[in-house]
C-alpha cells in the first residue's frame, strides 16, 4: 500500500518549503488512496523548542488538509538503537572510539576530506566488545564499502539515476557517543518500520540518500522511491532561508496576513510543479485530480516576494496575492463573510454576522487578502468617520456651491425614500435631473459624504447597509464641512 510521511524538525517556525513538502505528499497520498504520516523527527533535543512545535501544527491545522497517522520520533529510540544494533550485528557497522567526527555534518570524501579511521574500522571484534565492555564511550558507525569499487545507486522520481562510488562515502555514524541515533539512522529506521514506500523531500536532501540507500540495505529493507523536490529560492536566486528571509518564508505570515488556505496550497503547488494543461487557479479536489511526480520540475523554483517593500502587501508573490483575490471571489458569501467577521472583531468592531453578510457582496471584488476588509469597509464600522478633505465632495465640472446644493436636495430625498436599491436609485437620479445635474454629479458628493473617499462600493447598496439614520448624520457633518 503507498504510504507516505511529512518529517519536520521542530527547531523553527513552519517553513513555505517545509509547508508545499506536506502538501505534495498529501496530494499524492490522496491521488492514490494512499496514508498520509505526519512524523515529527523531534530527536535533537538542543535545538527542540515547543514554539516550534505549536508553529508547525498550527500552520499544519491552519491548511486543513489533515494527516491519518501521526508519530513522535523521540518516542521510539528503542526502535533506532534496535536496527542499529542489527546492522552492527552483520558486520555493517563499527565501534569508533575517537571522539571525532561523531554528528551528522560529516563532508563527503570527494575532495579529500575525512572518510574514515582506518583504526577503527580494522579494531577486532573481540577488541571492540572489551573497550565496550570497560565503559568508552563510541559513535556506531557505518561500514561503507571500499576498494572494491562499487557504486550506490538510486532511481529519483523527479532527477533520474543517482550513482555515486561508495569509496567516496565517509562513515557515516548511526548512533553518536551518547548513544543518540544520527538523523540518518532515526530517519531511515522509522521509514522502515512505518512501511513508507515513497518518500517525498526537499532537493537538499538528494545527497544524503546515498546513506539512506545503504542503511536500508544494511536493515534488509526494501528501498522506497525517492522523490526529491527543487528548491524554493527568493528573486536573488538563494536559497529561501528562515535567517536570511525572515517572515516571509513563515506560513504564519500568510495565514495572518489573510490569504484563504486553499489559496495559499494552490500557490505553494505552483512552485515547482504544474497539471499538464497549465491551469492556474485550481481547487482542492482539482489538485488531487491533476497531481502527479511526473508534474514535478527540476528547476528551483522562485518565490518573487519584495523585501523590504512599501507596504505589507507588496512583500508577497504577486501571483499569490491573485491566486487569493481569485479565490475570495469564488467564495459563497456566507462563507467568505464567516472568514472576514472574526478578523473585523478582532480589531474592536462589533459588527453583527447579519450586517457581515451584507457588506461582503459590496467588497468581495475589492480585497485581495482577508484583512483588507478592514481598508475596503472601514466605514461600515466606524461611528465617526475620520477627516476627509472637503474638496473630495466636489463633483467633477463642479464647485462648493453644487456639492453643498447636492448634500442638502440629498437629505430631503433620503429622507422620505425607502432604503433600499431601486428606491434609492430612483429618488437620486430623479433629483439630479431635476436639478439638472448628471448622475454622477449627483452621486460622487454624497458617496463621499457617507463613506469618507471616492473610492468605494456601489453606492445604492452602500446607503442600503448604512441605514438612513447614518447616512443622514454623515451627510449633515458634510454640509457642515462646506459652509
Same mark, same amino acid.
Given at each position: 500500500?503507498?504510504r507516505?510521511?511529512?518529517?519536520?524538525?521542530?527547531?523553527?517556525?513552519?517553513h513555505?518549503?517545509?509547508?508545499?513538502?506536506?502538501?505534495?505528499?498529501?496530494?499524492?497520498?490522496?491521488?492514490?488512496?494512499?496514508t498520509?504520516?505526519?512524523?515529527?523527527?523531534?530527536?535533537?533535543?538542543?535545538?527542540?523548542?515547543?514554539a516550534?512545535?505549536?508553529?508547525?501544527?498550527?500552520?499544519?491545522?491552519?491548511?486543513?488538509?489533515?494527516?491519518?497517522e501521526e508519530?513522535?520520533?523521540?518516542?521510539?529510540l528503542?526502535?533506532?538503537?534496535q536496527i542499529?544494533?542489527a546492522?552492527?550485528?552483520?558486520?555493517?557497522?563499527?565501534?569508533?572510539?575517537?571522539?571525532?567526527?561523531?554528528?551528522?555534518?560529516?563532508?563527503?570524501?570527494?575532495?579529500q576530506?575525512?572518510?574514515?579511521?582506518?583504526?577503527?574500522?580494522?579494531?577486532?571484534?573481540?577488541e571492540?566488545?572489551?573497550?565496550?565492555?570497560?565503559?568508552?564511550?563510541?559513535?556506531?558507525?557505518?561500514?561503507?564499502?571500499?576498494?572494491?569499487?562499487?557504486q550506490?545507486?538510486?532511481t529519483?522520481?523527479?532527477?533520474?539515476?543517482?550513482?555515486?562510488?561508495?569509496?567516496?562515502i565517509?562513515?557515516f555514524?548511526?548512533?553518536?557517543?551518547?548513544?543518540?541515533?544520527?538523523?540518518h539512522?532515526?530517519?531511515?529506521?522509522?521509514?522502515?518500520?512505518?512501511r513508507?514506500?515513497?518518500?517525498?523531500?526537499?532537493?537538499?536532501?538528494?545527497?544524503?540518500?546515498?546513506?539512506?540507500?545503504l542503511i536500508?540495505?544494511?536493515?534488509?529493507?526494501?528501498?522506497?522511491?525517492?522523490?526529491?523536490?527543487?528548491?524554493?529560492?527568493?528573486?536573488d536566486?538563494?536559497?529561501?532561508?528562515k535567517?536570511?528571509?525572515g517572515p516571509?518564508?513563515?506560513?504564519t505570515?500568510?495565514?495572518d496576513a489573510?490569504?484563504?488556505?486553499?489559496?495559499?496550497i494552490n500557490?505553494?503547488?505552483?512552485?515547482?510543479?504544474?497539471?499538464?494543461?497549465?491551469?492556474?487557479?485550481?481547487?482542492?479536489?482539482?489538485?488531487?485530480?491533476?497531481f502527479?511526480?511526473?508534474?514535478?520540475?527540476?528547476a528551483?523554483? &522562485?518565490?518573487?516576494?519584495k523585501?523590504? +517593500?512599501a %507596504? #505589507?502587501?507588496?512583500?508577497?508573490?504577486? /501571483?499569490? *496575492?491573485?491566486?487569493?483575490?481569485e479565490h475570495?471571489?469564488?467564495?459563497?458569501?456566507?462563507?467568505?463573510?464567516?472568514?472576514?467577521?472574526?478578523?473585523?472583531?478582532?480589531?474592536?468592531?462589533? &459588527?453583527?454576522?447579519?450586517k457581515?453578510? +451584507?457588506i %461582503? #457582496?459590496?467588497?468581495?471584488?475589492?480585497? /485581495?487578502? *482577508?484583512r483588507?476588509?478592514?481598508?475596503?469597509?472601514?466605514?461600515?464600522?466606524?461611528?465617526?468617520?475620520?477627516?476627509?478633505?472637503p474638496?473630495?465632495?466636489?463633483?467633477?465640472?463642479?464647485?462648493?456651491?453644487?456639492?453643498?446644493?447636492?448634500?442638502k436636495?440629498?437629505?430631503?430625498v433620503?429622507?422620505?425614500?425607502?432604503?433600499?436599491?431601486?428606491?434609492?436609485?430612483?429618488?437620486?437620479?430623479a433629483?439630479?435631473?431635476e436639478?439638472?445635474?448628471?448622475?454622477?454629479?449627483?452621486?460622487?458628493p454624497?458617496?463621499?459624504?457617507?463613506?469618507?473617499?471616492?473610492?468605494?462600493?456601489?453606492?445604492?447598496?452602500?446607503?442600503?447597509?448604512?441605514?438612513?439614520?447614518?447616512?443622514?448624520?454623515?451627510?449633515?457633518?458634510?454640509?457642515?464641512?462646506?459652509?
Amino acid at each position: 500500500m503507498l504510504r507516505v510521511r511529512f518529517a519536520p524538525s521542530p527547531t523553527g517556525f513552519l517553513h513555505v518549503g517545509s509547508a508545499r513538502t506536506f502538501i505534495f505528499n498529501w496530494l499524492y497520498a490522496r491521488h492514490n488512496g494512499g496514508t498520509m504520516v505526519l512524523r515529527l523527527d523531534d530527536t535533537d533535543v538542543e535545538r527542540n523548542t515547543d514554539a516550534s512545535v505549536n508553529s508547525i501544527f498550527g500552520g499544519l491545522r491552519w491548511l486543513n488538509l489533515g494527516w491519518d497517522e501521526e508519530y513522535k520520533q523521540s518516542e521510539r529510540l528503542a526502535l533506532h538503537r534496535q536496527i542499529a544494533d542489527a546492522i552492527f550485528q552483520k558486520d555493517l557497522a563499527y565501534r569508533d572510539f575517537t571522539p571525532a567526527h561523531t554528528g551528522d555534518t560529516e563532508k563527503s570524501g570527494a575532495n579529500q576530506t575525512w572518510l574514515f579511521n582506518p583504526g577503527m574500522r580494522e579494531l577486532s571484534r573481540a577488541e571492540s566488545d572489551r573497550r565496550a565492555a570497560a565503559g568508552e564511550s563510541f559513535a556506531l558507525r557505518f561500514r561503507v564499502p571500499r576498494g572494491r569499487n562499487e557504486q550506490v545507486r538510486f532511481t529519483d522520481a523527479v532527477y533520474g539515476e543517482q550513482v555515486k562510488l561508495a569509496d567516496d562515502i565517509e562513515d557515516f555514524a548511526l548512533l553518536r557517543s551518547d548513544g543518540m541515533p544520527t538523523y540518518h539512522l532515526a530517519s531511515c529506521a522509522d521509514d522502515i518500520d512505518l512501511r513508507i514506500s515513497h518518500i517525498i523531500r526537499g532537493q537538499d536532501h538528494l545527497s544524503n540518500t546515498y546513506k539512506h540507500a545503504l542503511i536500508f540495505e544494511g536493515a534488509a529493507a526494501k528501498i522506497p522511491q525517492f522523490a526529491h523536490l527543487p528548491l524554493l529560492v527568493a528573486p536573488d536566486g538563494s536559497k529561501l532561508s528562515k535567517r536570511r528571509h525572515g517572515p516571509v518564508v513563515s506560513v504564519t505570515t500568510y495565514r495572518d496576513a489573510g490569504f484563504l488556505p486553499e489559496a495559499f496550497i494552490n500557490f505553494l503547488c505552483l512552485l515547482g510543479w504544474s497539471p499538464k494543461d497549465n491551469r492556474e487557479k485550481m481547487t482542492r479536489h482539482e489538485l488531487i485530480e491533476a497531481f502527479s511526480l511526473e508534474g514535478i520540475n527540476r528547476a528551483n523554483a &522562485v518565490v518573487n516576494f519584495k523585501e523590504p +517593500a512599501a %507596504t #505589507p502587501d507588496e512583500t508577497f508573490d504577486p /501571483k499569490a *496575492l491573485w491566486l487569493n483575490a481569485e479565490h475570495i471571489r469564488a467564495l459563497p458569501v456566507s462563507e467568505l463573510s464567516a472568514q472576514l467577521l472574526p478578523v473585523v472583531r478582532a480589531t474592536g468592531f462589533q &459588527v453583527t454576522s447579519e450586517k457581515m453578510d +451584507a457588506i %461582503t #457582496p459590496l467588497i468581495r471584488e475589492r480585497i /485581495k487578502l *482577508l484583512r483588507d476588509v478592514l481598508t475596503a469597509a472601514d466605514f461600515f464600522f466606524v461611528e465617526k468617520l475620520p477627516p476627509y478633505d472637503p474638496a473630495e465632495l466636489i463633483p467633477q465640472k463642479g464647485d462648493a456651491a453644487m456639492a453643498l446644493k447636492v448634500l442638502k436636495r440629498a437629505k430631503e430625498v433620503l429622507a422620505q425614500t425607502e432604503f433600499s436599491h431601486d428606491p434609492l436609485d430612483h429618488a437620486l437620479r430623479a433629483a439630479a435631473q431635476e436639478m439638472g445635474l448628471k448622475a454622477g454629479q449627483m452621486f460622487q458628493p454624497i458617496r463621499v459624504a457617507v463613506c469618507g473617499r471616492k473610492n468605494a462600493p456601489p453606492l445604492f447598496e452602500t446607503l442600503q447597509v448604512l441605514g438612513r439614520d447614518t447616512t443622514l448624520a454623515r451627510i449633515d457633518q458634510a454640509i457642515e464641512k462646506l459652509n
